[in-house]
């Protein structure tokens, strides 16, 4: 099994998750985040003194899926999520050893 | 005037000015969080500009003497420039009194479009917009209800007069039709009716907003008696009364449809309510003020629906709420009148109603469209969808991080903040 | 009535009337998040439902001649059944000036019971349990300590008095036994004294509560004397400094005891030490004020935790707050008080309090009981582990994703606003 | 007193009131998360010492007859001492109602000072500080400004006399010179001008205090008059129109220098505009109301910079602010008061605000370091990192996690209240 | 060693924290997250607009551990977090290469 | 890829970010956190009640990087991070199969 994490822009998440559901993906875990990279932040103004913010508010998804779903379903997130702007994300997999749904203990690919 | 009538007046006039912010709040609770701020600006900037204004002219337009005579009665003369001659304190205090409370008027009318346009109009445009628009609408207008020689105020029928005690026509009908006729200059916010993210981002600062906008209401609608007396402590009775009961009816209507009272709905219902009695609590019993509640709360809950089927974007329903809440409240006090009530007095309420909505209507409708082929009315897409704060503002809204500028709303990289390096050259050069 | 009379009263009903969603902050701050929206309607509620009643009979309850002649006092007659005959806006502007003035504790008094019950019931019970309390409970005994006739208001010792100058037994010490008797048929919320995440979401949101609690307590209380004279303006001073000195004793408290000043004990002293002077502060010197400041400080911060060592729950501390804070006021003011102050008057005002306390409880315990056995009193368990905001009111608090509807609060999937799709027809068909 | 103006000047005193909560909210949504409760704490502790002392000796040091005879007027005597033989309700109302006004005032000037120290004093200190401070700096100032006798008041050249209608020396100026000297001494937050992180940390509870501060402002202005009439008026009129411009004028100036129109700016421009027109706006017209509110509005925006380029660090610029307000108002009214306005006006402003300026510069400076010196002004290091909030107070501001208590803030482990356990031993054994 | 990721139902947190401590586990970092799944959402009603709200909160642990102890762990967390209602979670672990206490510079076994 | 997680104190995130740009470093991904471990909260006092609070905020920063500059990358933040004292956190790896950059479609280290 994989985990794909996905961080993307906020305004995506719609797209992203039809592009899921269509995919047969039907879970995922969700988090707010900020990113740091290229895209550079815009300038803040309190009070006379200006601060270049460079966290943007990004959205981070964790899904776990069959590893021979994975590659496919990087495809689908990049291309749900792309709006051809610079900071429009990363997504990357990690390998799972074991997975398990707590509520009926279920392990390996039923646990999804 | 005496004492008691100017403490009470100038108290009022007070709480009537705290309800510009608690619109605010009410608005931009409602809002997601990105463009929070520029709503509460929105509201705010009508402080500075009517504040200007009213100094300058529009104390004399709208209560200068008739400048038309009779039968005219369209504005006021210009007399009061600067507030000129106005200033023999001992034998004038109630221009001076009468003054600092309609510019509190002057100042909520245009916030209250504000809500319509939400999320998606450029901050100059709407500053622009609304200097004009109390200019050439709200100005002229509050001078046909209240003015001296305003034809609203002089229209008789069988001895009947209009009854508009507190702005149902001049505030509510006018703010609430303008604010239609820009939003279709305007058009939808990207996501209308698809997004899933379009739900109010603090309701608690919702029901804070409503709150403050309840208490000073007391004062905008007991205090239009401009005297401490009986029909003050009979407006003020029947302002709870409505509002109480407008909460119910909202209530009563969303559990029945939707099977939950909310929050929003609680909020709403009140403001509807206080927009329905506005013109009419100083000439309705308690009973008719409950009557009055009941039917605007449940109808401005079944209104804000409206902008779904008809596809007109009012973001916040200020068409839904103080469109329609108005034209129940004055039309409803036709009936409801004490002794006057009856179908004569109800056709001098909505040739009244009818007068103000199509002035207004179209006078806006004039307006966004200048503003719009002019200066542009509205934000680019990338600014709505990164948020309006952020373009216009250089702000965000919250930052609960304990590192200060973590992660929910980005953080300060350049360490130094700038008015230290090179920013001041710019001033004290 | 004069007129600065009118102005005074109307502006202060005004600002009780701040005062319930004043409460409302105050006490939903304190709660989960996930209940808050819960507890701010628990509050909001009150608004509507005594309005209505009021109009419909509540006032003549209340204020209407007494109805069972001398000696009895226990209600008033029914002659103001819908505010008829009071309508004389120029002979009898008192009455209605009154009638609003006194609306506004018809709403606040049940609202304050609701942060015992936080976080575990019917929106649906609650709210019935608001009206017949209003209607069983809070309109006789007000009738019995302010009413034309009530018996609290004639008892006589010595040509002494009882001495409850804006509420001590009629709201405070009433609603306190009132919410000790409902929780103790509610019971206590899954996790308490377990529970690590009781604790409260919003604590500016508490302090703002209390700001405006501490404002309008200065209508409710100066405005208790219907005219605006030296002892309005001894209340508003007393009003202050007891409130002050409380902030101060229960920070005192807090420190020796637990090592710091909280912002909760801060607000929590603030509204104690407004609860003592309310039945006190017109018949006590600024020392004495101070007296009945530092006390009630400090004892309602020792009576917060009652709670936990007796094992009710009694979830916002209305007992530990309003009925020791109410006692304390009411009892200390028999010695205190100027010229009457002794232990004779002490014995009235012990009368006073004990007959509240008792009537109070076995009716609000029965009214309890019977809610309880018909409707059902209480959420289910999933309801309260989820959080009441959901499950009544379909809402949720905040929301601060840009994302929209992203995280924390989760976020919405059906795209289309189903008011667009099938919703409309049931109401238009 | 008639009943009109102690109706006027009652509630004008309770609006008053809730300024300093406004400050609270205003001050502390400034703050970083972590220390923002401590920032409330600094505010509303003030209510309780400055009430407490008001009633032991305030009241009479500040406003009893001059203890020092003719040309002296340094202090009141001590004739009021807890209040004694002022209770003489029916002859002597206007003291009482004095009394509780111009509380408040002594409770809003301490509190002004909080906000120049934000996030790194200990609290112990500042209740100290307050206590001394408004022993030894505000009650004699307010004396010599407001006292019967008092030296400022009493100047005169030509006929003309000092123009402090409400506050602009004793209050503002007063304040934000204590404030400089105080942060003379406290030194720097750690991290200022290089952290990233110290940016406000809810926007709209800035607005919130703004709004607050504004409404209650007009009880602060008008209500100075101590009377219902037309100086009333104007004064409240003026208040809204400097206001008003103030907003403007730092926004205009804020759009030129940094391009965006700020939240914080149109907040902080509104603070500024009141501050200046506080001394002045009885004794000018509506446009003179609004050269000082533009030239206020500008000149604050542009003075909340020096800090960076002096180096010192007044974290939410009451310096800026209410100095720079305060001078702007006190002098420019020199020129324009109505009638009385030139050159030899102005001088007498100016020797009113520098007496003023020097004073208070003095005493506080040497009381800081007092206090530095002896129980240490500041917080180390480590609460300065982690956040007053914990330390001080312990609490935390928020906790918007729905497992209550979860992440951002922390959760509760031990999951039985102490007070359960052992801590109730500590009180009642 | 183990990096264990568990996704909870938010009310289950103080029952886990009580199962990890009796396990002997005596560090976690904790976030607040939301999930997506068969746990379908609740519908929010704002002004005539009905929304299914189809991200539920859950809270999010991440638990480094020993290899050995990896499995063992995640059927204690499973068991403290079973309500046995849909949406209880899911518990899954991944392979870590090294581990750093930042305070002292200790590497794998000795940074927990 | 590696993909390098850092749980580290609040008020270093500043240094962090300097250690990291210094080295090279242009991307990351930061979350709130809160973590539960030695570093024993501290009480809370609401109304009568104290609450022990065990869990004290932290910053969680997630890096992907190419596997040659992992462990120095490691040190580098953890060098930044130190205070010396208790609770200045943990920095993992793990191993990352497949990256992604959303923009391009860029993967491997040029996802970067
Ligand atoms: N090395 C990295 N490790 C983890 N996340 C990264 C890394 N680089 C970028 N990110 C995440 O991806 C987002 C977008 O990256 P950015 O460089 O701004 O634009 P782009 O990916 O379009 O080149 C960042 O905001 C951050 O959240
Ligand atoms: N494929 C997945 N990848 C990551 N997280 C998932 C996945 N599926 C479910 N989850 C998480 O587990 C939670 C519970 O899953 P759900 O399907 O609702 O119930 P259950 O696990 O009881 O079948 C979700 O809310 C989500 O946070
Ligand atoms: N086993 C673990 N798994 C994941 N994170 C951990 C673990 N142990 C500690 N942490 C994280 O590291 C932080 C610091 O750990 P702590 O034990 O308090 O101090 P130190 O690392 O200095 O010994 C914790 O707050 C937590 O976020």
């Known amino acids: 099994m994989k985990l794909i994490t996905a961080v993307i822009k906020p305004h995506r998440m719609d797209e992203v998750k039809d592009a899921l559901q269509a995919f047969g993906v039907h879970g995922m875990t969700v988090t707010e985040a900020s990113g740091y990279g290229r895209q550079r932040g815009h300038t803040e103004v309190y009070r006379g003194a200006e601060y270049t913010v460079d966290l943007v508010p990004k959205t981070r998804l964790e899904i776990l899926v069959e590893d021979e779903d994975a590659e496919q379903l990087i495809d689908v997130i990049v291309k749900a999520a792309r709006t051809g702007k610079i900071g429009d994300g990363k997504v990357w997999s990690v390998p799972v050893e074991s997975a398990v749904r707590v509520r009926t203990g279920d392990r390996g690919p039923d646990a999804l | ?33 990105k463009s929070a701020l520029n709503m509460l600006m929105m509201c705010f900037i009508t402080m500075g500009i009517s504040s200007v204004l009213w100094v300058l002219y529009g104390w004399s337009v709208a209560f200068g003497t008739d400048v038309n005579g009779e039968g005219g009665g369209l504005f006021g003369n210009f007399d009061f420039i600067g507030f000129q001659g106005m200033l023999d304190l001992d034998n004038t205090p109630e221009l001076l009194t009468i003054a600092v409370f309609q510019l509190m008027f002057a100042v909520l009318t245009p916030a209250l479009i504000s809500g319509a346009l939400a999320e998606r109009v450029k901050f100059s445009a709407w500053a622009l917009f609304v200097a004009v628009w109390v200019s050439i609408v709200y100005f002229p207008v509050a001078h046909w209800v209240w003015g001296e020689g305003g034809w609203i105020g002089g229209l008789e029928i069988d001895g009947r007069e209009v009854i508009d005690f507190a702005g149902g026509t001049a505030v509510h009908i006018n703010a609430g039709i303008a604010a239609l006729a820009a939003v279709l200059v305007i058009g939808k916010r990207i996501g209308f009716k698809k997004d899933s993210g379009m739900r109010p981002h603090n309701l608690p600062m919702v029901l804070l907003g409503a709150a403050l906008l309840w208490f000073g209401w007391f004062g905008f609608n007991a205090g239009s008696e401009l005297a401490a007396n009986g029909t003050a402590a009979l407006m003020a009775l029947n302002t709870m009364v409505a509002t109480g009961t407008a909460v119910l009816g909202w209530l009563i209507y969303e559990r029945l449809r939707y099977g939950a009272y909310t929050t929003l709905g609680a909020a709403s219902g009140a403001i509807g309510g206080l927009v329905a009695i506005t013109p009419a609590g100083a000439d309705v019993t308690p009973m008719g003020a409950m009557a009055i509640g009941l039917v605007s709360g449940a109808a401005c809950a079944w209104a804000v629906g409206l902008k779904y089927k008809l596809g007109y974007d009012d973001s916040l329903d200020v068409v839904g709420v103080h469109l329609v809440g108005g034209l129940i409240g004055t039309l409803m006090v036709g009936f409801l009148a004490i002794e006057v009530g009856g179908f004569a007095q109800f056709v001098l309420q909505a ?7 199509v002035y207004s209507f179209v006078v806006t409708l004039l307006l966004a469209l200048a503003i719009k082929h002019t200066i542009g009315f509205r934000a680019d897409e990338d600014a709505e969808l990164t948020g309006l704060d952020q373009v216009y503002h250089a702000e965000s809204g919250y930052d609960f991080s304990q590192s200060g500028g973590g992660s929910a709303a980005g953080s300060a990289g350049d360490r130094i903040p700038a008015a230290t390096q090179t920013g001041d050259k710019k001033v004290d050069a």
Chains 1, 5, 6 share one sequence.
Do not use: H, K, N
């Open chain 2, 1 to 33: 005037m005496e004492a008691a009538d100017i403490a009470f007046v100038v108290i009022c006039a007070a709480m009537v000015m705290l309800m510009t912010p608690g619109l605010a709040f009410f608005y931009g609770g409602m809002i997601r969080v």
């Open chain 2, 351 to 357: 040739i009244a109603a009818g007068a103000v909505l």
